[in-house]
């Protein structure tokens, strides 16, 4: 077992949550609160879904805490990327990045249409949608907000409102490829990413281990790529907007 539970992890772990908050405090950064807040909020969250899980696995409701994980993660995306009414747009490119890669894993079998193998696998490419979607959403919002004058000027030229946004947008929506495509192109070298260790703790066999990371990366990929182009277009039409 990697790590015990018992009281030396709670206290490690409290300390690394101070270290956390203070230096974000000292050095102005910001968010020492909310830092203090998230890290309580995980440890409470954690044990109650390590509890869930179990309890949903045998009652065979797994698809239903899939959906549960789905609108958490919109309501998430959706407050990160707006405050107004539209934020509920956000569910568009979580759900068109992540639901057609999960259904080709159940159709070919990859993944097991029944059991545990289902929760942890969507919640991962859940995990990466929002990322990606919340990382879009605002950096193109944000290219908008700078850049107004520009946007006006295309369309002063002849473009209609949609491609002018998106000439502006695009590349500042892009960049939340980046962090996925890092994390791809240094496997192995710089980190040895979850899914990994956590199969050879398991006891499987590196080469197993590998290529289930590999597939979860590859996977990833594509949700990003679909979760920030849908996203992008939806800011781009103004259906998500400030």
Same mark, same amino acid.
């Given at each position: 077992?990697?790590?015990?539970?018992?009281?030396?992890?709670?206290?490690?772990?409290?300390?690394? @949550?101070?270290?956390?908050?203070?230096?974000?405090?000292?050095?102005?950064?910001?968010? !020492?609160?909310?830092?203090?807040?998230?890290?309580?909020?995980?440890?409470?969250?954690?044990?109650?879904?390590?509890?869930?899980?179990?309890?949903?696995?045998?009652?065979?409701?797994?698809?239903?805490?899939?959906? /549960?994980?789905?609108?958490?993660?919109?309501?998430?995306?959706?407050?990160?990327?707006?405050?107004?009414?539209?934020?509920?747009?956000?569910?568009?490119?979580?759900?068109?990045?992540?639901?057609?890669?999960?259904?080709?894993?159940? @159709?070919?079998?990859?993944?097991?249409?029944?059991?545990?193998?289902?929760?942890?696998?969507? !919640?991962?490419?859940?995990?990466?949608? /929002?990322?990606?979607?919340?990382?879009?959403?605002?950096?193109?919002?944000?290219?908008?907000?700078?850049?107004?004058?520009?946007?006006?000027?295309?369309?002063?030229?002849?473009?209609?409102?949609?491609?002018?946004?998106?000439?502006?947008?695009?590349?500042?929506?892009?960049?939340?490829?980046?962090?996925?495509?890092?994390?791809?192109?240094?496997?192995?070298?710089?980190? @040895?990413?979850?899914?990994?260790?956590?199969?050879?703790?398991?006891?499987?066999?590196?080469?197993?281990?590998?290529?289930?990371?590999?597939?979860?990366?590859?996977?990833?990929?594509?949700?990003?790529?679909?979760?920030?182009?849908?996203? /992008?277009?939806?800011?781009?039409?103004?259906?998500?907007?400030?």
């Amino acid at each position: 077992m990697l790590l015990p539970v018992n009281v030396t992890l709670g206290v490690v772990l409290a300390a690394l @949550l101070l270290v956390a908050a203070a230096v974000a405090a000292l050095a102005s950064l910001g968010h !020492g609160r909310q830092i203090l807040t998230a890290g309580a909020r995980a440890a409470i969250q954690l044990a109650a879904v390590a509890l869930l899980i179990g309890w949903v696995v045998r009652s065979g409701l797994s698809y239903g805490f899939v959906v /549960l994980m789905y609108a958490v993660a919109v309501r998430t995306a959706g407050r990160r990327v707006t405050r107004n009414g539209t934020w509920w747009w956000v569910a568009v490119p979580i759900a068109a990045g992540v639901f057609p890669v999960v259904g080709v894993l159940l @159709l070919t079998g990859l993944v097991p249409l029944h059991g545990i193998a289902v929760i942890p696998v969507t !919640g991962i490419l859940i995990g990466g949608a /929002l990322t990606a979607t919340v990382l879009g959403g605002r950096r193109a919002l944000d290219e908008l907000a700078m850049r107004r004058g520009e946007v006006e000027a295309g369309m002063a030229l002849g473009l209609l409102d949609r491609e002018a946004r998106l000439e502006i947008a695009r590349t500042a929506a892009s960049d939340a490829l980046l962090p996925g495509l890092d994390q791809t192109r240094t496997v192995g070298l710089v980190t @040895l990413p979850g899914a990994f260790v956590g199969m050879l703790l398991g006891g499987a066999s590196p080469v197993l281990a590998g290529a289930v990371q590999l597939f979860v990366l590859v996977a990833l990929c594509a949700v990003q790529a679909v979760a920030v182009a849908v996203v /992008l277009e939806l800011v781009a039409r103004g259906r998500l907007n400030r």
